[in-house]
């Protein structure tokens, strides 16, 4: 299936010791525009063995009818997953 809008990953970097992803480049962010308009490269962390965004940058200026910022970044908190042993 070659739908470009559905499938947006265009580049992945992985870890060579572990095989975990660092960072990719994909096409658009979310499902509205200005997000989905402009490629994104995320970066990944790991915390205590999962796989989470860090942190969202545009690779180029989003187009808004207010505005037209350039440098966006999606920082994500840092969350800690639950421990779901007893």
Not at 34 to 39: C, H, I, S, T
Not at 53 to 75: G, H, Q, V, W
């Amino acid at each position: 299936m070659r739908d470009p809008h559905r499938n947006r990953l265009r580049e992945l970097w992985l870890d060579p010791k572990t095989s975990l992803p660092v960072r990719a480049i994909v096409a658009g962010v979310g499902n509205r525009a200005p997000l989905q308009d402009v490629n994104w490269q995320v970066e990944f962390t790991q915390n205590q063995c999962g796989t989470y965004i860090a942190r969202e940058i545009a690779l180029a200026p989003l187009d808004s009818a207010a505005a037209k910022p350039y440098n966006a970044t999606i920082t994500s908190a840092e969350g800690r997953p639950p421990n779901r042993l007893p």
